[in-house]
């Protein structure tokens, strides 16, 4: 066996017998294994070379080692006057250092998640953020799309007084719904816990509210990447396509489908619908994908959302504490504490997630897609108790579980609504404002004068009750259906001729020169009674 050697100043040397006036041999060689099994995985050889003086020349790569070029590589390394048998010698000198040289395996990342590279090697890849239970021979060639789903720049590993203390803000920025949209954050980067446990956490939460109730607001500052732009989608101005493409990439993150709008019709109403059904579809049915959350007003009509969406409720928006979190953003901190905590025993992830959902299922709690929705939610409650807060100091699985039973009893008198017809809806609404004495300030003829259509105010003359635009937006604002707006509720009793109109084309008659609506009392108490008995 020829033993190759290198001695400053008089060359390369095999057995004692000179080669050439350099050195050259393979440093390290790289390994790349593709994720898509389609794509063919190939190799690297990096060589590294000396000059007769001993100076090294930077490393070079190289797919394959015969029928080399020194000089292409190195312009320091003349090699147009080498003969046959001295390339024979630099490529066998080549071949030889192979069996020295330092094995890197790269491993080429296409999605987020968790992966078992080996019996000794986890990857956990979320974003810019990756995780390798062991580095040595180990690289990660991530893909651009991947690196740029960044986390926010304060999301180090945290110190443990930092976080400890800071969930209470998510929890209470919105009383009862806070609890739910702070578990389910939890959930999105822990999913794949879940997918090897054996489970789907296919969890899609509607934040609806009336215009203004902070839903985009709250959403966004729960979120714990850099760009939470990035990670949603507009139901009004993008394509389906994009949606669905989107949910896939974000694997390991949430992702939001905002400003759902119902009272939309014709072709944007059901664009709207498509988008949604294509996204919770597509979770269902592929587990790695993001957690979806939308916002919006209630999905009035959507019986095939209905049955497959947890919908809360946005409302008590503590604006002072939205404040804060938006400042602070302890999300990513929060969030990176949990994995650690997690990824440090997988093991004992795995079982606790299948023991907890075996154990919920026999008290139950599986029904309708929601309720296993719900499941998942309260296993990630348990899990954050077992491994993080180990004190119970948030009390978070118990006030999970009041958020949850308030948010159910809110959706099944939804859903129980949806079942009225539109006409009965608005009469019911007209019904509450007339016989509430004390959301109003009434006005009769004797005090005429004293009306200004103000949103608090009502007037009451010869058989009718008088009603401002602002007095209907105010009186929605408390009683009214979701989906029901000023221009449904008249074009509706205009319909049942429970109006006193002036001809006017507007379906009003003017008081003191205001424009107001005039309900006709009689006429609305007879089809009010008569519809009475049926909803009841």
Same mark, same amino acid.
């Given at each position: ?37 389609c794509k063919k995985n190939r190799m690297e050889y990096e060589l590294v070379a000396r000059t007769l003086d001993g100076k090294e020349l930077p490393p070079r790569r190289v797919k394959k080692l ?9 312009t320091e390394i003349m090699d147009a006057g080498l003969d046959r048998w001295e390339k024979k010698m630099l490529l066998l000198r080549l071949q030889t250092s192979c069996k020295s040289a330092e094995q890197i395996k790269v491993y080429h990342i296409t999605s987020n998640g968790f992966r078992n590279l080996d ?76 997918? /090897? ?82 996204? @919770?579809?597509?979770?269902? $049915?592929?587990?790695?994908?993001? @957690? ?40 990513? $901190? ?53 491994? @993080? ?9 118990? /006030? ?90 008249? $074009? ?42 049926? @909803?009841?």
């Amino acid at each position: 066996m020829i033993t190759f050697s290198f001695v400053v100043n008089q060359g390369l040397m095999a057995d004692d017998k000179y080669i050439v006036d350099f050195d050259v041999k393979v440093n390290r060689i790289f390994h790349y294994i593709e994720e898509d099994k389609c794509k063919k995985n190939r190799m690297e050889y990096e060589l590294v070379a000396r000059t007769l003086d001993g100076k090294e020349l930077p490393p070079r790569r190289v797919k394959k080692l015969n029928n080399l070029s020194y000089f292409a590589l190195w312009t320091e390394i003349m090699d147009a006057g080498l003969d046959r048998w001295e390339k024979k010698m630099l490529l066998l000198r080549l071949q030889t250092s192979c069996k020295s040289a330092e094995q890197i395996k790269v491993y080429h990342i296409t999605s987020n998640g968790f992966r078992n590279l080996d019996d000794k090697t986890n990857i956990f890849v979320a974003g810019d953020l990756e995780c390798l239970s062991k580095n040595e021979g180990i690289w990660l060639d991530i893909d651009e799309k991947i690196k740029q789903m960044k986390w926010r720049s304060k999301a180090q590993l945290p110190d443990k007084n930092y976080v400890v203390g800071k969930e209470e803000d998510y929890l209470m920025v919105s009383p009862k719904s806070g609890e739910i949209l702070f578990t389910a954050i939890l959930l999105s980067a822990i999913k794949f816990f879940f997918i /090897r446990a054996g489970f789907n956490p296919a969890v899609c939460i509607n934040l609806y509210g009336k215009t203004g109730s902070y839903k985009t607001a709250v959403t966004q500052a729960m979120m714990y990447m850099e760009n939470p732009s990035y990670f949603m989608c507009s139901l009004v101005n993008d394509q389906k396509k994009m949606a669905v493409k989107k949910v896939q990439e974000c694997y390991g993150f949430p992702m939001v489908l905002e400003d759902y709008h119902p009272a939309a019709t014709g072709y944007d109403y059901k664009r709207q619908i498509s988008m949604m059904d294509a996204v @919770v579809r597509h979770i269902e $049915s592929n587990p790695q994908s993001a @957690v979806v959350f939308i916002t919006s007003e209630f999905l009035d009509g959507v019986e095939s959302l209905q049955a497959r969406t947890l919908q809360i409720e946005a409302q008590g928006v503590n604006l002072p504490i939205l404040t804060k979190i938006q400042k602070e953003q302890a999300m990513a $901190s929060i969030i990176m504490n949990f994995l650690n905590k997690l990824l440090a025993c997988p093991k004992k992830v795995i079982e606790t997630i299948q023991r907890q959902y075996e154990a919920l299922n026999k008290h139950g709690e599986k029904g309708m897609r929601i309720e296993e929705s719900i499941i998942f939610l309260k296993i990630t409650a348990i899990l954050y108790e077992k491994f @993080v807060d180990k004190e119970n100091k948030l009390n978070l699985s118990s /006030r999970l579980s009041i958020a949850l039973e308030f948010q159910k009893e809110k959706q099944k008198i939804h859903l129980e609504q949806l079942n009225i017809p539109e006409e009965d809806k608005v009469v019911m609404f007209i019904h509450s404002l007339i016989d509430d004495a004390e959301l109003y300030r009434e006005y009769n003829y004797e005090k005429k004068d004293l009306y200004t259509g103000g949103e608090n105010e009502r007037y009451v003359n010869n058989g009718c009750m008088y009603f401002s635009k602002d007095a209907l937006v105010y009186g929605l604002n408390k009683y009214g259906f979701m989906g029901l707006t000023v221009k449904r509720v008249v $074009s509706t009793l205009a319909k049942l001729n429970l109006l006193n109109e002036d001809g006017a084309g507007t379906h009003t008659t003017k008081v003191q020169s205001i424009r107001v609506y005039g309900i006709l009392l009689v006429r609305f108490k007879e089809y009010y009674d008569s519809i009475s008995d049926t @909803v009841a």
